[in-house]
């Protein structure tokens, strides 16, 4: 079974620096290239970028590229997701994404809330 | 923002009736999927390579288009359909974008 398993979220000051991780199980994570994916509370989804298998191929959204950096260790089958200079606007859940066909699997997604 | 046009942005239908969502693609020559989320839930690729529908999904649904109109089609809407549905286009640039999403309430 194919499990994307999210943590490292929860409540950040504006201007810190937050550290997402997805662990991923149940199928050879090195043969699939990893994305991540927001939502905003209450609006819709939003494409972050991606991650080709051997981390050699990296795309971002372009308005948000300055912000995120996205990196993956095959050995420990995780992906994970830098988040710097963070803003109310990044309030929002986080998911991670197997991108085969768009996204054929995701997290559950972590709760990244950016509050003083 | 690369946000793509859906429509309509709400609707509800009556169990049975014909239901058609539409995607507006920033470009042709691209994949469009879909995707269900229900509330509280994380979003569930539905139909993908525009008309090929995901493992488990009722063939009461089915997804076509071209160029850069695509739509997604429930032939007689039931109950367990209500939820929000989002397109997705990949491969261009930038690599992914999501449509605005059309929310289906059951009337």
């Given at each position: 079974?194919?499990?994307?398993?999210?943590?490292?979220?929860?409540?950040?000051q504006?201007?810190r620096?937050?550290?997402?991780?997805?662990?991923?199980?149940?199928?050879?994570?090195?043969?699939?290239w990893?994305?991540?994916?927001?939502?905003?509370?209450?609006?819709?989804?939003?494409?972050?970028?991606?991650?080709?298998?051997?981390?050699?191929?990296?795309n971002?959204t372009?308005?948000?590229?300055?912000?995120?950096?996205?990196?993956?260790?095959?050995?420990?089958?995780?992906?994970?997701?830098?988040?710097?200079?963070?803003?109310?606007?990044?309030?929002?859940?986080?998911y991670?994404?197997r991108?085969?066909?768009?996204?054929?699997?995701?997290?559950?997604?972590?709760?990244?809330?950016v509050?003083? | 923002?690369?946000?793509?046009?859906?429509?309509?942005?709400?609707?509800?239908?009556?169990?049975?009736?014909?239901?058609?969502?539409?995607?507006?693609?920033?470009?042709s020559?691209?994949?469009?999927?879909?995707?269900?989320?229900?509330?509280?839930?994380?979003?569930?690729?539905?139909?993908?390579?525009?008309?090929?529908?995901?493992?488990?999904?009722?063939?009461?649904?089915?997804?076509?288009?071209?160029?850069?109109?695509?739509?997604?089609?429930?032939?007689?809407?039931?109950?367990?359909?209500?939820?929000?549905?989002?397109?997705?286009?990949?491969?261009?640039?930038?690599?992914?974008?999501?449509?605005?999403?059309?929310?289906?309430?059951?009337k």
């Open positions: 079974e194919v499990k994307l398993v999210e943590s490292g979220g929860g409540l950040v504006p201007g620096s937050l550290k997402l991780s997805c662990a991923a199980s149940g199928f050879n994570f090195n043969d699939y990893m994305g991540w994916v927001r939502q905003a509370p209450g609006k819709g989804l939003e494409w972050i970028g991606e991650i080709n298998k051997d981390s050699s191929i990296i971002y372009p308005s948000l590229k300055d912000k995120f950096t996205i990196s993956r260790d095959n050995a420990q089958n995780t992906l994970y997701l830098q988040m710097r200079n963070v803003e109310s606007e990044d309030t929002a859940i986080y991670c994404a991108e085969q066909h768009g996204c054929d699997y995701w997290g559950q997604g972590v709760m990244v809330t509050s003083s | 923002d690369n946000v793509l046009p859906q429509s309509p942005t709400t609707m509800a239908a009556s169990p049975g009736e014909k239901v058609t969502i539409t995607c507006h693609a920033s470009s020559g691209v994949y469009m999927n879909w995707h269900q989320q229900k509330s509280g839930t994380s979003p569930k690729l539905w139909i993908y390579d525009t008309s090929k529908l995901a493992s488990g999904v009722p063939d009461r649904f089915s997804g076509s288009g071209s160029g850069t109109s695509y739509s997604l089609t429930i032939n007689t809407m039931e109950t367990e359909d209500a939820a929000t549905y989002y397109c997705q286009q990949c491969c261009s640039t930038p690599p992914i974008t999501f449509g605005s999403g059309t929310k289906l309430e059951i």
